[in-house]
């Protein structure tokens, strides 16, 4: 049984920073895109950042380019955000996210490319 489990949110003021870990059970994170994908009140769930743990291409969201990054550390089977210079519109529940299947994703921002999702983890930025 496929298990992603997020934890590191938390509220924070803007300007600070944050480090979300995402820890795979019963799948392995090497040789596959993973991804964090954000949601806000009242928005729709968006692409945040994803990495190719093959070959360590990386993908990030507009809104978080220059401030985001994302990592994978295949021993531990683990997929991290740090997340710096935080600001308000940061706001909100973030989830990690795995493929079914190893190889290329040509949308890999997209949710449509993945099926495994973490129960997510909160993140509040204070002004």
């Known amino acids: 049984q496929v298990q992603l489990v997020e934890s590191g949110g938390g509220s924070v003021q803007a300007g600070g920073s944050l480090r979300l870990s995402c820890a795979a059970s019963g799948y392995s994170v090497s040789g596959r895109f993973m991804a964090w994908f954000r949601q806000a009140p009242g928005k729709q769930r968006e692409g945040v950042a994803s990495i190719d743990t093959a070959y360590l291409s990386t993908y990030y969201g507009d809104s978080v380019k220059g401030r985001f990054t994302i990592s994978r550390d295949n021993a531990k089977n683990t997929v991290y955000l740090q997340m710096n210079s935080l600001k308000p519109e940061d706001t909100g529940w973030y989830y990690c996210?795995?493929?079914?299947?190893?190889?290329?994703?040509?949308?890999?921002?997209?949710?449509?490319?993945?099926?495994?999702w973490g129960q997510g983890t909160q993140v509040t930025v204070s002004s």
């Open positions: 996210a795995a493929p079914a299947r190893a190889g290329w994703l040509g949308y890999p921002l997209s949710s449509h490319e993945y099926t495994y």
